[in-house]
């Protein structure tokens, strides 16, 4: 069972979300927050899967939220999806870099929400090649300069499959593309997280982008 937790300030979308979710076998509301700092009480509370959050809501918005869901230890196994009401939010990429595993667009369709969620309780960044590497490219775009982000640290091979991730490849496509096989591209990718101390497969996308790695003119 996949447990949810939603975090937003309308009690109408929490309802909606809800009732959507809660008709699946498989998946479980397990609490509702109406800002961030009830989310992070909450989320200690419930240790949920998933925690669907918002971004701009009183008391604590949700890039604060995940951000400090994203430090703790104890939600270490919470996967944070951000709604955001438009695919190229102004407030997405923060929540990335925040620690986010992805975003949803609130409007997306019901079927995509709920595959959504249960790509993230598995782990997995919810990043749609196409549009989150349009939308890490415009925001990473206006920054001046690349940030410094200790590229020295990865092989040869970690910064290959690094750039890969950010081209959206799943481990199967960076395993044909390399020609190696699955379980040593998931080695890789592993490593380069760890030694990145990326959260998830999100962040090392964000840092494949903020240290020039892949630019957002080419996505290579």
Known sequence: MIRVLLVDDQALIRGGFRALLEAEDDI?????????????ALALEH?????????????MDG?????????DERLSGVHVVILTNYGLDEYVFNALRAGAGGFLVKDTEPADLLQGVRVAARGDALLSPAITRRLIGEYVARRPEPEPAGL?????????????????MSNDEIAAHMV????????????????????????????AYESGLVTPRTGR
């Open 180 to 207: 190696i096989s699955p379980t040593t591209a998931k080695t890789h990718v592993s490593r380069a997280m760890t030694k990145l101390r990326a959260r998830d497969r999100a962040q090392l996308v964000v840092f």
């Open 152 to 168: 020295d640290v990865l092989t040869n091979r970690e910064r290959e499959v690094t750039a890969l991730v950010a081209r959206g």
């Open 28 to 40: 479980e509301v397990v609490a509702e927050a109406a800002n961030g700092e009830q989310a992070i």
């Open 47 to 59: 240790l949920p899967d998933v925690a669907l959050i918002d971004v701009q809501m009183p008391v």
């Open 63 to 71: 890039i604060e939220a995940t951000r400090r869901i994203a430090a």
